[in-house]
């Protein structure tokens, strides 16, 4: 079983920046695919950001919305992953989830159905 706390959410003006952080409980994170996604109020769930391994290279992967200003990462002997967010909007106001899974292709890896396990979320408010 794997336990994700999420952390670093909070008030920010736009065009202000955030590092949101993941901590795992698993002792396999560095074989997981990580993600990042958001859900702002009224609205589905949908994918940020993501980061996984094939062999020895990472790949990673940001939602249209976010390239150039979101940058996933993560560091497997801290078990955690990262959203390091800059040049905030408004509409970047949501809560923001962590996910892992137990692996993704470069199609999956959009998907939240890739993966298995949650954390709870944190609050990301950007003001205009």
């Known amino acids: 079983q794997v336990q994700l706390v999420e952390s670093g959410g909070g008030l920010v003006q736009a065009g202000g920046s955030l590092r949101l952080s993941c901590v795992s409980s698993?002792?396999?994170?560095?074989?997981?695919?990580m993600g990042w996604f958001r859900q702002a109020p009224g609205k589905e769930r949908e994918f940020v950001a993501g980061?996984?391994?094939?062999?020895?290279?990472?790949?990673?992967y940001n939602a249209d919305s976010v390239k150039g200003r979101f940058t996933i990462s993560r560091d497997n002997a801290k078990n955690t992953a990262y959203l390091q967010m800059n040049s905030l909007k408004p509409e970047d106001t949501a809560v923001y989830y962590c996910?892992?899974?137990?692996?993704?292709?470069?199609?999956?890896?959009?998907?939240?159905?890739?993966?298995?396990?949650w954390g709870q979320g944190t609050q990301v408010t950007v003001s205009s």
């Open positions: 980061i996984r391994r094939s062999g020895a290279i990472t790949y990673t």
């Open positions: 698993g002792r396999t994170f560095s074989s997981y695919a």
């Open positions: 996910a892992a899974g137990s692996s993704c292709s470069a199609a999956s890896c959009y998907s939240s159905s890739t993966y298995q396990y």
